[in-house]
């Protein structure tokens, strides 16, 4: 699991995201934070209260042998 910050707001607040390596999102806050280090802090302590384990997988998105989309070899 990841927590995340961002700041879409015009007024510069930060929110945090949760998501797991699949790429799912598991919850975002509802309110903002007045920097990036105060919603990492928040999103960090709300992950330890869900008390979940991550058991999706991270997709590759290419493997040996197939080549990139800028035609080099992965």
């Known amino acids: 699991m990841q927590v995340l910050a961002f700041s879409t707001t015009p ?5 945090w995201r949760i998501v797991n390596y699949g790429g799912e999102m ?29 058991i999706s997988r991270m997709e590759r998105s290419f493997s040996r042998g197939e080549t990139d989309r800028r035609g080099g070899s992965a």
């Open 26 to 54: 598991l919850e975002e806050s509802r309110g903002e934070y007045p920097t990036i280090a105060a919603a990492v802090v928040q999103g960090r302590e709300r992950l330890t209260e869900m008390n979940v384990q991550d």
């Open 11 to 15: 007024s510069g607040g930060w929110r």
